[in-house]
T-cell receptor, first 114, second 108 residues
Framework: EAGVTQFPSHSVIEKGQTVTLRCDPI?????LYWYRRVMGKEIKFLLH????????ESGMPNNRFLAERTGGTYSTLKVQPAELEDSGVYFC????????????FGPGTRLLVL | GIQVEQSPPDLILQEGANSTLRCNFS?????LQWFHQNPWGQLINLFYIPSGTKQNGRLSATTVATERYSLLYISSSQTTDSGVYFC??????????FGSGTRLLVRP
């Protein structure tokens, strides 16, 4: 069974540009989460989808971040326009329908905004 | 919301040594997970352990939910164990709250 996959693995962009990150959860997992670790800080929650619906987006830092999960399969996280402080590692995780279950993490996307 | 604290923040071991990493959480959690972030930045699931004890090879973990702590034991450490170890508690809204991690360096 394939794990959570993320694309791209790395992205280097200039301040003001747009970047779109993609996450493919484990097949059959209804719950999809986005987290990020900015430089030297803790890993923090961004948002949670149940199927195609946003269940909790309390961790989204501001309106420059837009997440979608059309059709309840893969998800995208767009940052527009990117700022220097957006640099870090963005992780995606998925879990089965029972939300108390283990969250399985993808390898992350390393974003560097110059 | 819950807070998760890990100790020690940094740990240096000689290959073959044993170690214990601690995770304290401020309130009841629905779930407790331990992760290893390897040098490539990937988060590897180690344990899902809301309570009790589990073992996987040289690693084992114990969570005492009533006392709000969890321990990760690494025995006979190897250089490949180096990296950052995170614990994370799941709060009532099902999001994981991470500790700040323990950075482990195992020297040959």
């Amino acid at each position: 069974e394939a794990g959570v996959t993320q694309f791209p693995s790395h992205s280097v962009i200039e301040k003001g540009q747009t970047v779109t990150l993609r996450c493919d959860p484990i097949s059959g997992h209804d719950n999809l989460y986005w987290y990020r670790r900015v430089m030297g800080k803790e890993i923090k929650f961004l948002l949670h989808f149940v199927k195609e619906s946003k269940q909790d987006e309390s961790g989204m830092p501001n309106n420059r971040f837009l997440a979608e999960r059309t059709g309840g399969t893969y998800s995208t996280l767009k940052v527009q326009p990117a700022e220097l402080e957006d640099s870090g590692v963005y992780f995606c995780a998925s879990s089965q329908l029972d939300r108390g279950q283990t969250q399985y993490f993808g390898p992350g996307t390393r974003l560097l905004v110059l | 919301g819950i807070q998760v604290e890990q100790s020690p923040p940094d740990l240096i071991l000689q290959e073959g040594a044993n170690s214990t990493l601690r995770c304290n959480f401020s309130d009841s959690v629905n779930n407790l997970q331990w992760f290893h972030q390897n040098p490539w930045g990937q988060l590897i699931n180690l344990f899902y352990i809301p309570s009790g004890t589990k073992q996987n090879g040289r690693l084992s973990a114990t969570t005492v939910a009533t006392e709000r702590y969890s321990l990760l034991y690494i025995s006979s450490s190897q250089t490949t164990d180096s990296g950052v170890y995170f614990c994370a508690g799941m709060d009532s809204s099902y999001k994981l709250i991470f500790g700040s991690g323990t950075r482990l360096l195992v020297r040959p």
